[in-house]
C-alpha cells in the first residue's frame, strides 16, 4: 500500500492515516508513505520519522516539493527522496494499492 500525503502536518490531522498504515502493516502488508507539496515539512521531523520508521512503515518524499521549501539538508538518512518518474515507479511498479490522502 502506498499513502501519498499532501498536506501540511499543521493543516491536516495524521492520525487517521497513520492508523491505516500501522493497520495494512500489522496484517503484514508492505506499507509505504509517500510526502509530497507541504506534507513533506512532516519529514523534517525526528519524532514523526522514529513513529513510522520503527513500525516498518517506508517513507518517500518527493525531491522537487523538498527542494522548493528548503528541507533537502534537513531530511533524515531514513527518507527516501524520489522524483517525479521514482514516483510514478512507486504508483504503477511498487505497490498495487494507492491512497491519496488531500
Given amino acids: 500500500m502506498l499513502i501519498i500525503l499532501s498536506k ?36 523534517a521531523s525526528d519524532s514523526y520519522l522514529k513513529k513510522l520508521t520503527s513500525s516498518g512503515i517506508e517513507v518517500y518524499a518527493l525531491k522537487e516539493d523538498c527542494e522548493a521549501r528548503g528541507l533537502l539538508q ?16 512507486l504508483v504503477m511498479n511498487e505497490h498495487d494499492k494507492i491512497v491519496s490522502w488531500t
Avoid at 74 to 89: A, L, P, Q
Fill in 74 to 89: 534537513k531530511i533524515k538518512n531514513r527518507v527516501k527522496t524520489v522524483d517525479y518518474k521514482g514516483w510514478v515507479n
Fill in 8 to 43: 501540511s502536518s499543521f493543516a491536516s490531522d495524521y492520525e487517521s492515516p497513520l492508523k491505516l498504515a500501522l493497520k495494512a502493516v500489522g496484517k503484514g502488508e508492505r506499507v509505504a508513505i509517500l510526502h509530497i507539496q507541504d506534507a513533506c515539512i512532516a519529514v
